[in-house]
Structures are given as C-alpha cells and as structure tokens.
C-alpha cells in the first residue's frame, strides 16, 4: 500500500511507483567491463556478468571482479606473532601530556613494521564463491568454461521493480534464458536457466570456491592456491551441504536443486552441477551462512521467488518517491534515474547491522573495511526515505561495540565513547597516517537516532539508543581541550573531514565544530523527552565552542588558517577547474601544496546539519568562493550533493541542482547507477573503483532535503528551482 505520508502540493494523485521504477529498468546489450549488475538483499550480493552467472570474469575491469560477498563474512591471514593493536601505538604530545595513538608518519613505516601491515589487512571480506557455466562433453566429460567468445545476442535486464536479473543469449545458435535474484530475507541465491541445451546435456552450472588473495584490493579471490583452504561435499535432507574452512574461519553453503542430478565435487573446490536430461529448465537454490547451523531453511523454489519479488515490491511501494516526469530541464529525466538506481543500490548493499564498506558488496577497497564517518551518507537517507527500519539495525551496531567505544575513550583519558575510523566486524582501528585522527564520525550515532527518532518517534526509539547517545555526547565535551588562554578547542590532534590538514597541529575544524555543537545540543533535547535534566558538562562545553574560524568574511576550513582564501587563489592550484568534462577533463598535475582540495567540508556546517552555529550571508560568500576557487577534480562523490544541501539551505535552488548535477570525474553515474572513483596522479586520472556507495546516499539525502524541506523550511520543494515540477511522497523533512 501506497505511503502518502509528505505528499507534494505539485500532484493530486498518488505517483505511479511501478512506472517510475520501471522506466529506469537496466539493460545491457553487450559486456560493460565496468558495470556488472548486483542482485542481493543487504546481508549477501552478487555482481553478475551478462550471463547472469560469474564466469565471464576476464571479460570485466580489475574493479569489477564479479564477488559474491556477505556482510557477516570475515576471514583473517594468520597471526603466528599475535599481533595486537598495542604493537602500532607511538605517543603524540598534546598540550603537555603523551597520548598512545595507533598511527604511522608514512606508508614506509607500514613496510618496515609487520605488525602494522598485519592490522591494516585483517579482518578483511572475501568473495564466498562464483557460479559460472560449463559446457558439457555429453553425459560424462567434464567439458570446457564457457568463454566470452561463446556468448552470443546477448541482453540482460535488471528488472527493479522485482530485483531479479533477467539474462538472454544463445551459445551455438541455441537460446539460453537466465534469471537470478536473492531471497529477501534469507542469503539463498536463486537461479533458473532455461534451454534445449539444459535438455540436452550440453550446458551445467560449476560453483568453485577461492581462497584469500593477499592483496585483498579489489578482487579478494585467489584461485591458485588449493592447498590452503578445504571444501568438504555431504548429501543431507535432500540438500548438498558443503563446508568450507579457510584458516581459523569458515563458512558453510548448501545446495538444493531442480532438474540436476546429484551435484559432485568435480575437483577440490568445484562442485558439478548438471542437468538430468529430464526438463529443459534447470533450478538452484544456493544458501550461504556463517556455518552449518546458521544456514538458511531452503523453501520450495517458486514460494521463494515470489518471496522475492513481493518484498522488492514492497520496498518500492512503502517507502518515498520522488517522480520528474513533469518537469521540462533535460537534467530530470537523469536525476531521476540516478535517484531510483539508487534506492536499489543502497537496498542491495545495506541496510543491515554493520556499516556498508565504501564499495559495498561489489568489491573491496581498504582491504573491505567499513568506515564509520562515511555511515551517515550511507544509511541516513534510510530515515530520510521513510524506510528507517533499514537505519536502525546499524544503530545496534553501536550498542554492542559500546565497551570498546568506552575502553577506547579511557585509553585516550576521554569519558563516554570514542568511536573508531576503519574497521572490520572486530570493532578494532586500523593504523594510519590518518585513521585515529578522523573525529567526525564522533556525532554520527546521535544524529542517525535523532533521525530515527524522527521518523519513528516512540519511547522504545529513545530508551534503545540512550545509552549510545548520551556516552557519545560525554566524548563530545571531553574530547576538547583548554589552552592556555582558558579557550577551548577542537585538537590537536585532528584531522579534519578535509583530509589534507596536518593531525599534529590543526584545530578547529569547521565543520566538526558545528557538528559538536549539534550533538551536544541534539543530546541535551534526548536527556529532556526521556525525563532528565540537562547535563552541565555539555552545557559547559557548548557555551565554551569557539566561533567557526573565519578570515575576512569568510569561512575557513580549520583554525589559525587566516590566509587560506589568498593563498590558492594563484595559478598552481587550478582554481574552479573540474566542474564540466567528467573524466575527460584532468588538466595539469596537481600541485599538492595547495589545500583547496578534497572534501570543501566547512560548507557542510549549513546542509547536512540545521547552521545553527552560520552565518548566512558568510556562508554565501564562502560558497562564492569555492565555486571559484576549488579543484573540482580532486573531490569525491558525495562532495556534490553534500554541496548542494548547503546551497538549498542558503536558498539557491539553482545552485544546488548544479552541484548535484555537476559534470565532475567523481559525480559520473553508470549505466547501473554506479560512480566510478578516479584521483588525479601525476600523470593524469586513475581509476580506483567503478562504484563508490557514498555517492549514492548522498544523493538520497540530498533530494530528500531539497524536496521535503527542513524545519523552517518554506513552501514545497525548496531546494529545487520553481520550475521544476517535483512530485513526491513518503519523504520526512531534515532537522
């Protein structure tokens, strides 16, 4: 049923959620080499090649290695010398007392120190395995892979509306059709290839298993090394349970099949899977889960389909929409493709316990770590997008890593809970040159139970996230320090959401201020609706914030940097370049001494969060200022609709639509409705991913603001131009 809930004064009927998805459906007519479909459920995901299966690998990009990868799927390298994160701490002397960070000065150190190497690479995900076709020698020959060459006419669709990929092509002149889902709420793949080849014996299915790659980035499989993991094959209550050991860890998987005869282990890691000459449709119901015990209860084939395709359904029909259809600018019908692939996406790749990693289930990167300052782009669209029974399950995520959170604040004499920057399922910090300074995941849990609390609000939403809310609100007022002076600040050490800044001397960062402040303020208003009064220290802390820094009417990126605006404004740091030309465009090598750069993150004190604690007109003027003078190149996918909350805030409409819309490297979306991530070397681009999730939430929470406003906010759609028709409903409005 249709949630109507925030419906736009622009329309007087109800949207048509199925056409609107429909008319973004993905189809392929030959191999993308960077755009592999997804099919998956938030836990487990698949990238598919355009068989609908995973065997055309040398047919795609590195970044596109065609996993399968679960969030509860965690492997670790042994660790015979038995590291530990006491092996990377070095003291950092701050206002006269030592503190132990885990951190290194350069990525030498990392070299020259296993223990580090160790820490940084483990726990990492891993591809649980790869379903490929093979062509078969008649009944008994083992045959050949099928082979790119093979594939003839083909064409795949990703069918949104059911999250099923439909894949059709022949091989020697015979038609084969493929389709391939993931159950909604078990990890259980669901395949069914139809073909006179399937009755004829001529066409099966493999399912090989890899071991761990060590170089984890982007493809963690290797498939050389047999000898250092184990595949064990037992029939049991009509399913093929296989278990797997990889080191310590392990995993299980069970097959249930259709039109097959009795799967076998052709070789130590590939199990046969053939047809029985029976039927021409051959049907695989594979379950993947932490171990035998956990794996999933396999239903009948077709109630599990239509299990699927009613949740996906679902998904499309209860929670907000947004349709462009009427709207004249040649930019709509793009936006709004970007939006609905994007509501798939961020399904396929969360909405789970841990924090999606930046590539989510499609690839690795920082060896497929999650990292907890991205969390609020990833999920705080769920809220958004009246599906915030998507947001909270990452709430508990804070509430069973508390005591490390709370252990960890102590290690740094701080009370409350300090949350980590990089992690696996451990909850542990990976070292870095940059890692333990990042603090602007600190306020993440208050403001994402602030928004579930919103979107939901009961006494049950408040008394689960209390607790977290409250010991991230003590970090906040303990974690700055008194000068001399009896000022407080924000650092050292810090290293700001703009990642260029030195950890040893840089305070004030301008947005974590203001995020700070929204905190402690947003923490007090918790303590009031469950029956308490307010905390003094909080109190204290907030009347005792400095200003955001500010030089000459304009905002600055950190404290004690009066002469930042003048010193880029010079030839050497490419001012105002990259906003058109995508990828096409990287103009002259970067000069890395100028910091207009990476994330323009003091803007993000109005937009993301209410500007509280902004000056307008300054804002505006610093806006100004980083359209003119900022290296567009060297930002990333969520800078754009991060940039366009701020503009729609500030009342330029305009200028948001062109920030959200801006022909950068990093805001290109797929044909898959995925942005790849370049940076610009020396050379020119590299490519380092062909998807980056953050870029998808992002944008979601974007358009969630400029459609349903903010509180305070003025008429519909605030924050698009007024010509521009915006028919929306089931959105909740940003604080």
Partial sequence: MTTLVGISAAQTSPIDREALVARHAVTLERIDPHAAVMVGNGSLALSLDVTGLQGLRDAYAEHSPLL?????????????????????????????????????????????????????????????GRLSFRLADGAEGEGRALSEEDVEDARQ???????????????QGEPVVVSTRVHPDADVVLVEISSPLIEARQLGIDLAFPYVAKNLNPDPADWSSPDRHTTRLEEADGR?????????DGYAASLVTEGATTPRLAE??????????????????????????????????????????????AFWEEGGAVDLSGTDDPRAAELERRIVLSQYLTRVNGGTKLIPQEEGLYSNSWNGKFHHEMHWWHAAHFALW???????????????????????????????????????????ESPSTINPFIMWQQPHPIALAELLYRASPSRSVLEENAEVVFATADLLASFLTETEEGVLRLGPPVIPVQENWPAKTTYDPAFELAYWAYGLRTAQVWRERIGREPEPSWQAALDGLPPLPMAAGLYLPVGGEESFWTDVDKDACANGIG?????????????????NRDHPSFLMAVGMIPGTDVDAEAMRRTMDATDRLWDFRQTWG??????????????????ALNYLMMDAANNQYGVTGMTPRYHLAETGWVRDADTYFPSNGSLLAAVALMAAGWDGSEGDAPGFPEDWVVRHEGLNPLP
């Fill in 386 to 428: 009246g599906r915030e029974e998507l947001l909270a399950p990452s709430l508990d995520w804070y509430r069973e890593t508390l005591p490390m959170a709370r252990e960890r604040a102590a290690h740094y004499r701080r009370e409350g809970a300090w949350w980590p920057k990089m992690t696996g399922d451990d909850a542990r």
């Fill in 268 to 313: 130590p890691h590939r199990v046969a899977i053939r047809p029985n000459a029976k039927t021409d449709t051959l049907r695989i119901a594979l379950a993947f889960g932490p171990d035998a015990a956990a794996l999933p209860t396999v239903e009948d084939f077709g109630e599990m389909v239509a299990a699927s395709d009613a949740a996906w359904a």
């Fill in 68 to 128: 399968t990868e679960a969030q509860w799927a965690w492997h670790s390298f042994p660790n015979p010398e038995g590291y530990a994160l006491d092996d990377a701490m070095k003291p950092i002397e701050v206002g006269g007392r030592s503190y132990d960070y885990p951190y290194i000065e350069d990525w030498a150190e990392a070299d020259a120190n296993p223990a580090i190497g160790w820490l940084r690479e483990n726990p990492h995900r891993y591809s649980l």
């Fill in 579 to 595: 906003t058109t030309g995508g990828a096409t465009m990287s103009g002259p090598a970067p000069d890395h001494d100028c910091h």
């Fill in 638 to 655: 969520w800078d754009f609709p991060m940039l366009a909350m701020t503009a729609a805030r500030l009342g330029e409409p305009e200028r």
């Fill in 157 to 171: 669709t990703l069918d949104l509306w059911s999250g099923t990929a439909t894949s059709t092509f022949a091989i």
């Fill in 240 to 248: 093929i349970l296989l278990e797997r050991r990889l080191d310590a």
